[in-house]
């Protein structure tokens, strides 16, 4: 009940990111971002990472038996197609990426930021998913990565 109220509150105020449609006055991650994460206290965040990846990821992602680009393309590919998610930056030479997910209802922003690495046909995804407001996100951005990874897992077979 604290995220709805957070939420009406923000959308009610006019704060940038709640009233704007698409990516519209989200922050821009800068490349390499994740490669140096710092989680909040606050559950309303997911990460899907491999083994040893720091901070400890929620779940740990395999390593898909394709090349870097493939992976990247079909994860980019997923996410501009997913309902109310809108690229934010797109960092191909890096294999990096972020988008903004809206909520059906109050338009709350989650932020998905993707990395792949990788050579040959190994390839590593991580993919964390952030709230912008309130402390608990109701599992949504868990729930959402995990989606992705099973999405991938189908569109890679």
Request: hydrophobic share 40%.
């Amino acid at each position: 009940m604290k995220l709805l109220h957070v939420g009406v509150l923000a959308c009610l105020l006019g704060l940038a990111g709640c009233s704007g449609s698409g990516a519209e006055g989200q922050d821009v991650p800068p490349a390499g971002a994740l490669d140096h994460l710092v989680r909040p206290a606050s559950d309303n965040t997911a990460l899907a990472a491999p083994a040893g990846f720091k901070p400890t990821p929620d779940i740990v992602t395999r390593t898909y038996d394709v090349p870097p680009q493939a992976l990247y393309a079909a994860v980019t590919k997923l996410a501009e197609g997913s309902p109310r998610t809108f690229k934010l930056v797109r960092y191909d030479e890096l294999r990096e990426a972020a988008y903004v997910s809206r909520s059906r209802v109050f338009n709350f922003p989650d932020t998905i930021e993707v990395k792949v690495s990788g050579k040959d046909n190994a390839s590593t995804l991580v993919i964390y998913s952030a709230s912008k407001y309130g402390s608990s996100d109701f599992g949504v951005n868990r729930k959402r990565v995990e989606a992705w990874l099973a999405q991938l897992d189908a569109d890679l077979k």
